[in-house]
């Protein structure tokens, strides 16, 4: 069940102007509208979940197909991997409450301030490997 206010859930299920940028049958990837760096992509689940902390071990599958499914975007625009950031920001530091894994490239070209919201190992962000660790820790 979605609630009636989630812009992520409008924007999944083409109720939003937003211009998706890949479609499968459980994400939808679009542009981030704060880019952090130059490619700043978001994969959002097509079933709402509030954010990483309401998912379990059952919900691992779920993350690293996210993960693999925003790289092979990447890979498909010819954007680098290698210089790459994928992650989730951890309630409260959450803007959209609603699961979502940011794809940031490169990430040396990141400035100052993103390196800090974006900073893997943070109480706040989680990289992909270590959303996946903390679920299979659950």
Aim: net charge positive; proline share 5%; aromatic share 10%.
């Amino acid at each position: 069940m979605s609630p009636t206010n989630c812009i992520f859930c409008d924007i999944s299920s083409g109720k939003s102007e937003t211009i998706l940028e890949c479609e499968t049958d459980e994400f939808v990837i679009f542009k981030d509208i704060r880019p952090a760096s130059k490619h700043h992509y978001l994969i959002v689940t097509k079933e709402h979940f509030d954010s990483l902390k309401v998912l379990d071990k059952s919900h691992e599958k779920m993350v690293l197909c996210m993960e693999e499914t925003l790289k092979s975007f990447f890979k498909s625009k010819g954007i680098s991997t290698t210089d790459a950031l994928f992650g989730f920001h951890i309630p409260p530091f959450i803007s959209v409450k609603h699961l979502h894994m940011h794809g940031i490239s490169p990430r040396s070209e990141m400035g100052f301030l993103a390196r800090l919201i974006f900073k893997p190992s943070a109480p706040w962000f989680k990289c992909a490997k270590e959303a996946q660790a903390y679920l299979n820790g659950k």
